[in-house]
């Protein structure tokens, strides 16, 4: 079966010089729920920016055998659906059934089709009778939700996120990580909440100064104390 | 992804060089006498809050100017802001929060010339900023009953903002003998016509972003009496102003009397200069060709001269470092 | 976003920020002034202008390069070949359109062009060796109210601030803009695709609003009353005087060789 995400030997250097990733491979297979770890500047929010195209590093990506490249970008966005950290920097319409209905529109459906993808992606998130309702005076649990929305609407195979439970309330994360159970898609979830990883993703890979250091069972992961105290996550 | 603040150039940020000395000089004039009004009123009216909320306001339009969207293809609309502005913050504040936004966008990033800074402030901090106010105050009396009164406002603030300064900087390049008024006006006019629309659009849809989140920051910007009626009044004749003039210019295909003054004025001074030193002539100047090269070459040795300095104090520098070591 | 300071070790960066700042402001003056066609004048001009790139150590190449914005404007000054004062050339360009060409409307043109092209790389120059806060204490130094000088000092510190958040905002429409396999037409229309950036202009501003009140809080908590705390101005050093004072008088021979060379 071929993996739904091929990461081959990716290398990305900002504009100034400074190396942020070193020949990073990773294959994900459909389906699979991995989460991404490593202390902050590890390269992590970096990576996952490669995932649909915001950032073009040397190497290979392929998205369900698509080449992640220019030509490709329109395709790529609606294979991943990449949720970051701070839902203000997402929603920017004046209601929730707008933000939600802006992948769909941009791709070219029509309205009822529009609808009709807006309805199943706030069903998914739990949030159906928010539609009406103007984002910014949401709760930050809601608006994460709804975030999540504005890019199921899309229905990518492959969803991306960038610490959903950063900045949340304990009852508003607990919601969230069950949200997250119940989602088919593939995911690829980077974090420091390591209590999330233990019960959500079978698979963990660290990430330390831009390069793969493990990438195993997180059960194994986890419980390794010295790798943890290594790598700067204990 | 790094964007740059200048996307594409700004066709209403006038370099130096286009705007005659006396324009931009009475332009300077112009915009430091009204910014000392500003400087009064927003005191008056926000006091101790003036300089963060100004300062941070600024920075939001300034960075807020890099958001575009595509037109077509390769071009794109972005916005300038000043509609926005007033009506969030009332309009003293505004010119005060364009005008550092227009002064810094020339200082730091070249956008828009140091001796024309008076007449962009000018055009894009105080016209942009008084016409929209009066347009916006106007408007959203007139079509207070209707619910979308408030965007079609909105709407014809940002694009009489646009358009009214552009007409007013054809005008400037007419007086200035740079560009003729029949070609200036109407081509500055079209362009920014359309551009006006861009501006209308993304104003709009702010608009509509924050009525569904703060209804009540709106409120600034609708007509004040008293303290504002000065800038309405001032608005609404600028733009009229505007609007009769410029066809008047544009059939003036010599531009205005002006620039034979000022070209007068330049005689007078070169003439000035002859009677003082009589019978002096400067071997080779006389001949412009001879005059040119021999500059040419003056000026191919001092830049040489003054690279070779350089690359000579560089090298000493380590040598004399291991001296002294 | 990047500011134009680049750091270098030269007396140009040395300079105290006030001279540079009233230099620069002359420079662009006195070649204002030049008549047109002054050619010989022009070129001295832009070799003092390539000398300070020089002395400062930054290089022609860097001040070229941002040197060439200036330039589209030239695009409003070109009708003067064509219409300029006579004597004109009729150009035959089509069969049945000609084309009057003016041989000073061209050296107007030129003129315009140059001098532009010359005051851009002294406000590069300027930018690129003076720190910002230097320039705006020079700024209040040479008597620029001290509130506005306020306000544009607390822009330029929240100005990278609020651009990166433009980036995100700008990063996740991206991330939302995708296409369908098939012959549908992505993007919505041009005035959706307005409307939604109004509506992340909105966002930003408010948001930016919310910001301005946590900054006034925090300026609160530290003792901030609305009064400003007065500069203390230094004199200028000898050093800089003489700088100064030698660069108006070179300014103003060369003017002076501009009136007699051009017109």
């Known amino acids: ?51 649909n195209g915001i950032i073009e590093g040397s190497g290979q990506i392929r998205i369900d055998g698509l080449e992640v490249k220019k030509v490709n970008l329109g395709a790529v966005r609606a294979l991943v659906g990449v949720v970051f950290q701070n839902p203000d920097d997402q929603l920017f319409s004046p209601t929730v059934f707008d933000d939600v209905a802006y992948g769909p529109i941009y791709q070219g459906l029509d309205k009822q089709a529009v609808k009709a993808r807006v309805e199943q992606a706030l069903a998914a998130v739990h949030m159906g009778d928010y539609a009406a309702r103007n984002p910014y005076h949401l709760s930050g649990g809601e608006k994460k939700r709804i975030a999540i929305a504005t890019v199921l609407s899309m229905q990518p195979q492959i969803l991306v996120f960038d610490e959903p439970t950063a900045a949340l309330d304990p009852r508003a994360r607990r919601e969230l990580i069950e949200l997250l159970h119940e989602l088919p898609q593939t995911m690829l979830i980077a974090t420091h909440d390591l209590e999330m990883v233990k019960t959500l993703t079978p698979r963990t890979v660290m990430l330390h100064q831009g390069r793969v250091v493990a990438d195993g069972p997180t059960a194994a992961i986890l419980a390794d104390e010295d790798l943890l105290k290594t790598y700067g996550l204990w | 992804m790094h964007y740059s603040p200048i996307l594409s150039p700004q066709p209403m940020h006038v370099p130096d060089g286009f705007l005659s000395v006396l324009v931009s000089l009475v332009f300077w004039a112009l915009s430091v006498f009204v910014i000392g009004i500003a400087l009064r009123k927003t005191n008056q009216s926000l006091g101790e809050r003036e300089v963060p909320l100004m300062g941070v306001l600024a920075a939001a339009i300034f960075a807020g100017q890099m958001l575009n969207f595509t037109v077509t293809g390769g071009t ?250 | 976003m990047q500011e134009l300071y680049a750091h270098s070790h030269s007396g140009i960066h040395r300079l105290d920020a006030r001279v540079k700042v009233i230099f620069t402001l002359a420079f662009v003056l006195f070649l204002s002034l030049a008549p047109a066609r002054a050619w010989p004048a022009y070129i001295l001009f832009l070799s003092l202008v390539l000398s300070a790139a020089v002395l400062s150590r930054l290089g022609i190449g860097f001040v070229q390069k ?58 590069i120059l300027l930018a690129a060796t003076t720190r910002f806060p230097d320039l705006l204490f020079a700024l209040q130094q040479l008597r620029v109210p001290k509130i506005f000088v306020a306000i544009v000092g607390l822009m330029w510190r929240y100005l990278f601030v609020i651009s990166e958040e433009v980036l995100r905002l700008l990063r996740a429409r991206a991330s939302r803009s995708a296409s369908l396999p098939g012959a549908r037409r992505a993007g919505g229309s041009v005035a959706w695709r307005a409307r939604v950036t109004g509506g992340m202009a909105g966002s930003l501003f408010l948001r930016s609003l919310e910001r301005s009140d946590r900054v006034y809080s925090a300026m609160l908590s530290r003792g901030y009353n609305g009064e400003l705390p007065a500069a203390e101005s230094t004199p200028l050093a000898p050093a800089d005087r003489r700088a100064l004072a030698l660069g108006v008088i070179l300014l103003t021979f060369l003017w002076l060789l501009s009136l007699l060379t051009g017109g």
Do not use: C
Request: no cysteine; net charge positive; hydrophobic share 55%.
């Open chain 2, 76 to 325: 794109s609309g972005h916005l300038l802001g000043a509609a926005i502005a007033v009506i969030l913050l009332g309009p003293w504040p505004a010119i005060l929060v364009m005008t550092s936004v227009v002064s810094v966008q020339a200082l730091l990033f070249q956008d828009g010339g140091i001796l024309a800074l008076g007449a962009n402030i000018f055009n894009m901090a105080i016209l942009g900023v008084a016409v929209s106010y009066a347009v916006y105050s106007l408007l959203s009396r007139l079509f207070k009953r209707q619910s979308w009164g408030l965007f079609a406002a909105g709407f014809g603030a940002a694009w009489s903002s646009i358009f009214v300064a552009s007409l007013a900087l054809a005008l400037q390049l007419s007086l200035s003998g740079t560009s003729p008024a029949n070609i200036a006006v109407p081509a500055m006019g079209a362009i920014h016509a359309l551009i006006g629309i861009g501006e209308g659009l993304i104003t709009t849809g702010a608009l509509a972003f924050l009525y569904a989140a703060r209804r009540d920051l709106l409120k600034r910007g609708e007509a004040r009496p008293a303290g504002n009626r000065g800038l309405l009044v001032g608005g609404v004749l600028a733009a009229l102003v505007l609007a009769v003039l410029s066809p008047l210019a544009s059939s003036n295909p010599d531009g205005l009397e002006w620039v034979a003054e000022q070209n007068g004025f330049l005689e007078t001074a070169r003439s000035a200069f002859f009677n003082i030193i009589p019978d002096y002539s400067l071997p080779g100047i006389s001949n412009p060709a001879l005059a040119t090269i021999a500059a040419g070459i003056l000026g191919v040795v001092i830049v040489f001269s003054m690279t070779y300095a350089i690359a000579r104090a560089d090298k000493r520098t380590p040598a004399q470092e291991s001296m002294q070591r």
């Open chain 1, 1 to 51: 079966m071929d993996p739904i995400i091929n990461i081959d030997r990716l290398s990305f250097h900002y504009p100034d010089g400074k190396q942020a990733l070193f020949e990073i491979s990773l294959q994900v297979a459909r389906g699979e729920k991995i989460a991404l770890v490593g202390a902050n500047g590890a390269g992590k929010s970096t990576l996952l920016q490669h995932l």
């Open chain 3, 66 to 123: 941002r040197a060439l914005l200036a330039l589209p404007f030239a695009l409003a000054a070109l009708p003067l070949i064509f219409t300029g004062p006579p004597p004109t050339v009729l150009l035959p360009v089509f069969p049945g359109l000609q084309l009057s060409y003016s041989p000073d409307g061209l050296g107007r043109f030129a003129s315009i062009a140059l001098k532009s092209w010359i005051s851009v790389q002294a406000a």
